[in-house]
């Protein structure tokens, strides 16, 4: 699958087979994340799967309310990955203070993408899940009350069909050499783009 294959297959899954994923693709979806960029190379994670029945029913619980029920997916998925946010190193902390910018969690979406994309590649499905109740999970998985949770992502097998993709169109999200300037489709394809 070359790259742009494997970013258009790239989906978020809510539908999941039992069929458990095979140990081999968790050390690769380790290494996606071990190898992603950070902030001064921070590293501001840790990456947990949760496979254990008990204890991922009760992770995937904490993503949904009766009421806010849309995470209710999450029961079905076979395996929850949790990406920690860790205290990055103080140079880091310097710069986003100065910068205005929150470092950690930009490298937090980072590297969900490369473990979402490595996944993808491996066949496998997966949905990254911003919305959960964040200290109930932290008190079932025993982390750190220092230690923040960016993300949880679902994982596992699924006969779910590609989607389209719903996106802005590129002339919109795109521009060369100025925030109003000629959209970026117009001038990489001599198209005009309908406003
Ligand atoms: C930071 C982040 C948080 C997200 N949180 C949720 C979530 O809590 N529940 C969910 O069903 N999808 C969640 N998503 C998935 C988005 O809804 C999805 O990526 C977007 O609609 C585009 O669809 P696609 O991933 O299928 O291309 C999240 C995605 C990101 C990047």
Known sequence: ??????????????????????????????????LAPSASNSQPWKLIFVDQPELREAVARATFSPLVRFNAFALQAPLIAVLTLERPKRITQLGGRIKHKEYPLIDIGVAAAH???????????????????????????????????????????????????????AGRMSAFNGYSGEPGEAKLTGLTIEE
């Open 1 to 34: 699958m070359d790259f742009s294959e494997l970013i258009t297959r790239r989906q978020s899954v809510r539908e999941y087979s039992s069929r458990p994923v095979e140990p081999e693709k968790l050390e690769k979806l380790v290494e996606a994340v071990r």
């Open 115 to 169: 473990f979402c994309l490595q996944a993808t590649a491996l066949g496998l499905g997966t949905c990254m899940i911003g919305w959960f109740q964040e200290q109930t999970i932290k008190d079932l998985l025993e982390i750190p009350e220092k230690t923040g949770i960016g993300l949880l992502i679902s994982l596992g097998y699924s006969e779910a069909p590609l989607r389209e993709k719903v996106r802005k169109p």
